[in-house]
């Protein structure tokens, strides 16, 4: 307020030091959270990466390096109890590389292995003495899962979900790129069961009740016409992630619905009152009752103790709300917004479509540092709505698609925005993106995809090129040729003109902001 002091907040990301010597940072995960039994069958893997860098960032080490010619490779071991588990050549500067192994010769179990990755150096140039390098991680292979019970697997090599179709009625893992709505619950879904239906013949993936969930009898029925839709549920604890006993009576009223997708806890707890470690302790026991769904938060502030949040979270959700506001001047409170005072409604935003690839760059970035690339994702929650508060107006349709391809391009591998119901034309442009996600979602989310970023005038556009059975070559030079072109016959500077184009083998998103 106006006669608040200005108080730095605090809690800012900390910047690495230096290092004048070149740094190896390990790090290894496994390539599937969790294996099952059912996965025996098929070889499993870890993934490594071995990023070079002069950033004291987590896990970093001096290595010597040749001065010239090729760096060479590491040598890498990982070990279960003392067992060897996998093991052999990863390049310097690799990213996920894999190194297989089965999961024969452990036995499924709740609590999950610690795993020890290490990896050993020699320069022939230097003719030095190895050098050692070493990682830790865990490796989650629990036991199948009562019938009935859904599983949701994460790939690491890319932070997508996989999972059963949500009726329940068999069929195989397939990758999911959820896009829907955080929606009204006792006002929405639970006074009109057809809206589910509606919903799902519109083309979205997964719907987020927002709680509270006052009347259990309509929870169950929302829950079950879900199920029998085959659409995905985003489990929302909001008002009860920080009370243990409601947490377990939730997890285990919940956990056996073959719909369920994933967990979510704190909703924007940073820059309140929730101490900083209780999306930790929720995480925990979340998992202590059911691991076999991952766990999603959405963090609002731009830049507020980020770690210890996100070290509570499979997958972290950024919601920069940057239409139809006043970036500098608080038009709730009447005063200027800084880094230290005021809130605008969009944390240290400028009020350009920009402010979300920043976003999402600065939590990649954070990421990376922390040494968490391998084990966590990050979705994106675009503005739907508007007319209110901080916020002038609703977006256009346009622009709410502008909002979730920038932040796909920029690494978001979930869409939900914040809330339904909505316009006729969010919801429409929203649908179409999901529509198209269905082919889509084959690029982004294929590991072996290769990606490629460009923004020019701001244009900015995402290009994941992938091999297929039915393809003998890459389609990226294609795609590649035709940018500019469809750039500019298109009118794509104009704001919120998308194009999605397809080619053999590959696939983009090219937008103008």
């Excluded at 499924?108 to 610690?114: E, G, L």
């Excluded at 009109?192 to 799902?200: C, Q, Y």
């Excluded at 609002?300 to 499979?314: F, H, L, S």
């Excluded at 935003?349 to 690839?357: N, Q, R, T, Y």
Aim: with cysteine.
């Amino acid at each position: 307020m106006a006669s608040s002091p200005v108080v730095p907040p605090g809690g800012r990301f900390p910047i690495p030091s230096t290092s004048s010597k070149p740094l190896l940072a390990l790090r290894c995960a496994p390539a599937i959270k969790p294996y099952l039994p059912e996965d025996t069958s098929a070889p499993a893997a870890f993934i490594v990466d071995a990023p070079l860098t002069h950033l004291q960032i987590d896990n970093a080490a001096p290595i010597d390096l040749p001065t010239h010619g090729l760096l060479g490779e590491l040598v890498v071991s990982i070990k279960v109890d003392g067992h060897t588990l996998a093991d052999g050549p990863v390049a310097l500067n690799a990213s996920k590389a894999e190194l297989s192994f089965s999961l024969r010769g452990l036995k499924p179990r709740a609590a999950a292995y610690d795993v020890e990755c290490s990896a050993t150096y020699t320069s022939l140039e230097l003719k030095s003495k190895p050098q050692t390098f070493s990682a830790k991680t865990t490796l989650s292979y629990l036991p199948s899962p009562p019938d009935g019970r859904s599983v949701t697997k994460m790939d690491l090599r890319t932070g997508a979900l996989l999972a059963k179709p949500a009726t329940g009625k068999g069929g195989q893992y397939e990758t999911v790129f959820p896009v829907g709505f955080y929606t009204d619950f006792g006002g929405y879904l639970a006074t009109n069961l057809s809206v589910i239906n509606e919903i799902k013949a519109q083309g979205f993936t997964v719907i987020h009740p927002i709680p509270t969930y006052d009347n259990l009898t309509a929870l169950a029925e929302v829950v079950q016409r879900m199920e029998e839709v085959g659409i995905y549920l985003m489990y929302d604890m909001r008002w009860t992630y920080m009370n243990s006993t409601a947490v377990a009576e939730e997890v285990n009223r919940i956990k056996n619905s073959p719909a369920l997708l994933l967990w979510y806890t704190g909703d924007e707890p940073d820059g309140t009152s929730d101490p900083l470690n209780a999306t930790s302790i929720a995480y925990d026991l979340i998992y202590s009752l059911d691991g076999y769904h991952p766990v999603s938060l959405v963090l609002n502030c731009e830049n507020y103790y980020w770690t210890q949040y996100t070290a509570g979270t499979d997958i972290v959700m950024q919601d920069t709300y940057m239409i139809g506001l006043n970036a500098t001047w608080s038009v709730e409170w009447n005063t200027p917004c800084t880094p230290d005072y005021g809130d605008c409604g969009c944390d240290n935003c400028k009020g350009e479509f920009e402010d979300i690839s920043t976003r999402m760059d600065e939590f990649a970035e954070r990421r990376f540092i922390d040494g968490w690339e391998l084990s966590k994702a990050m979705w994106t929650v675009p503005q739907g709505f508007g007319g209110s508060e901080y916020w002038s107006r609703v977006p256009t349709g346009l622009e709410f698609v502008v909002q979730s391809v920038l932040a796909i391009n920029h690494g978001a591998l979930g869409v939900v925005s914040w809330s339904a119901p909505t316009t006729d034309y969010i919801t429409a442009s929203a649908a179409l993106l999901s529509r198209s996600l269905t082919t889509m979602k084959d690029f982004i989310l294929n590991p072996y995809a290769t990606f490629e970023h460009a923004y020019i005038d701001r244009v900015d556009v995402g290009i994941w090129t992938a091999r297929f059975d039915l393809s003998s070559v890459s389609g990226g030079l294609a795609l590649k040729a035709l940018i500019h072109r469809q750039v500019l016959d298109s009118g794509a500077k104009l704001s919120g003109h998308v194009i999605t184009l397809e080619s053999v083998g590959t696939g983009g998103f090219i937008l103008g902001i």
